[in-house]
């Protein structure tokens, strides 16, 4: 038996934490890449923490902007997600 929760949605266009609680799961990523290929990458609480999530970023084209949905329950972040972003212009993070 699964519980719904809220959904909400945070916008980010530079490294840095999310700023959302410190409790909270990953649903899903929307990612606008930048000019070159680049990465998304979500850490527990600080830019040293433990990664969960790291995804790949193609190269910018009129069409190349995506979403990656989590399955099942999403990914589980303990603390304060950090995002960095690297060659990449925004990310839309979904939570709950």
């Known amino acids: ?5 809220d959904v909400k ?3 980010l266009s530079a490294s ?9 799961r990953v649903k899903g990523i929307y990612v ?6 680049g990465t998304v990458s979500l850490k527990v609480g600080t830019s040293g923490g433990t990664e969960l999530i ?6 910018n084209t009129a069409a190349s902007s995506f979403n990656v ?15 960095t972003l690297t060659n990449v212009t925004s990310v839309t993070i979904f939570y709950g």
């Not at 606008?32 to 290929?37: E, H, I, K, M, V």
């Not at 790291?54 to 190269?59: D, E, I, K, R």
């Open 69 to 83: 949905i989590i399955p099942s329950d999403g990914v589980l972040f303990e603390g304060d997600p950090y995002v």
């Open 16 to 24: 840095g934490n999310m700023g959302v609680g410190s409790r909270i």
């Open 1 to 5: 038996m699964t519980t719904a929760t």
């Open 9 to 11: 949605a945070k916008y």
């Open 32 to 37: 606008q890449p930048g000019a070159s290929a």
């Open 54 to 59: 790291l995804m790949g970023t193609p190269a």
